[in-house]
């Protein structure tokens, strides 16, 4: 239990210490006639996320997996743009944790995965009509040249 910058009482999870509520504010937007600009006001609060801020290293990381309930939990890695998941082919939760403690492009190209089960997977993707029509086509060995079918700018 603490206090915040207003004096209000806040009270902060001793089991969560890497956890704080980030609170996201609405505002109303009206034109000033007499400034001739726009007049931002707050309207209040509107939103609310628990921020992780826990650095990611193999200490924390098994810390964090200690205090888990029970074996239903989620790895995973993310970049800007996306997520992937990451699960060990035997889908032992310790053996997934292992898998963590490697370098973060390994994890997310999947090289963890071999050749054979990645082409497993992209079929079963393509019997699933998961995979857009562009990416069902086998992929091009590096160096070929394809042949533009005939009669097209040739």
Known sequence: MGFDVVGDVVNQKCNEPETWAKVGFAYDKKFNQN????KQTLVGPNSR???YDMPFNEKNLKTLFEKRI????SFVVRDSRMARDVRDATGIASKTLELMT???DYLYNSNYISATQKAELRQQAIEMGLLP???QAPSQPEGQITKS???TYS
């Not at 400034?35 to 726009?38: D, E, G, L, R, Y």
């Not at 029970?70 to 939990?73: G, L, P």
């Open 35 to 38: 400034t001739m600009s726009m």
């Open 49 to 51: 996320v628990i921020v």
């Open 70 to 73: 029970d074996d239903n939990i």
């Open 102 to 104: 490697k370098p973060f």
């Open 133 to 135: 029509h562009e990416a």
């Open 149 to 151: 079918p005939t009669g």
